[in-house]
């Protein structure tokens, strides 16, 4: 099973090395942060975080390449009701900051953690980064509650939302290191970066720490 996986170009995020096993490593939770660089609908893990928006039933813009768009159509139909039904109770909309979980139906994932992340429009104010900061911890908050061991986050907000790319992965790293300090379930946090400039800010951050 473990080669057919392979062969099907999806990545199990039991086979990734953690950051600590390569080289200097600025966080305390060294064994238990990774960071991997591809197509979230690619891997294997108990749950995978989409950055959505609002409505929170997927982006419905035609060629319009956000992972909320890649998720819903890799995951099929079933994810759209499944969020339809959860949003219908609460009026379709979702507070930035906060995040609800649904199953990964046709993704190798098991489940996927929704969140809306702050929209920058000019320069970032207090408020957007406590957003931001608040959108990977409710996540993280979810995956304990639901006893789930992997979570593999993207960079929320910082494609078609806009948020400075540096800033905002200093907020993810110092927010997830500490939240490992103390989880019980949460023992493996993957940073997805789909883009070389994304991994390269974030080699850098884990190497020398967010103060720098
Ligand atoms: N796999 C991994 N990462 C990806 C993928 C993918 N398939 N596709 C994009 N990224 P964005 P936001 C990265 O714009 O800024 C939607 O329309 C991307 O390179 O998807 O939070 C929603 O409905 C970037 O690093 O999310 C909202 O309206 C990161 O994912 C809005 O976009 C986030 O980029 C949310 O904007």
């Given at each position: 099973l473990k080669n057919e996986i392979k062969a099907m170009g999806i990545t199990d995020v039991n086979d990734l090395k953690p950051v600590g096993s390569e080289g200097v490593c600025s966080v305390t939770n060294c064994d238990s942060i990774y960071l991997w660089k591809g197509d979230i609908v690619t891997i294997k893990a108990d749950c995978i975080v989409n950055a959505a928006n609002k409505k929170m039933l997927?982006?419905?813009?035609?060629?319009?390449?956000?992972?909320?768009?890649?998720?819903?159509?890799?995951?099929?139909?079933?994810?759209?009701?499944?969020?339809?039904?959860?949003?219908?109770?609460?009026?379709?909309?979702?507070?930035?900051?906060?995040?609800?979980?649904?199953k990964g139906y046709n993704l190798p994932s098991k489940f996927i953690i929704h969140t809306v992340g702050p929209i920058i429009y000019s320069s970032v104010k207090e408020e957007d980064m406590a957003l931001l900061k608040s959108s990977y911890y409710e996540s993280l908050k979810l995956a304990e509650e639901n006893k789930l061991e992997s979570i593999v986050f993207c960079s929320i907000s910082t494609g078609v939302f806009n948020f400075p790319k540096e800033l905002a992965a200093k907020i993810a790293i110092a927010t997830?290191?500490?939240?490992?300090?103390?989880?019980?379930?949460?023992?493996?946090?993957?940073?997805?970066?789909y883009r070389e400039e994304d991994l390269k800010i974030y080699e850098n951050i884990i190497k020398v720490g967010i103060n720098e």
């Open positions: 997927g982006c419905r813009l035609p060629l319009h390449y956000c992972i909320d768009n890649a998720i819903h159509t890799f995951a099929g139909v079933q994810l759209r009701n499944e969020c339809y039904e959860i949003m219908k109770k609460q009026g379709y909309d979702e507070p930035t900051g906060k995040a609800k979980i649904t997830v290191d500490n939240f490992l300090s103390s989880s019980k379930y949460v023992k493996k946090v993957i940073f997805n970066l």
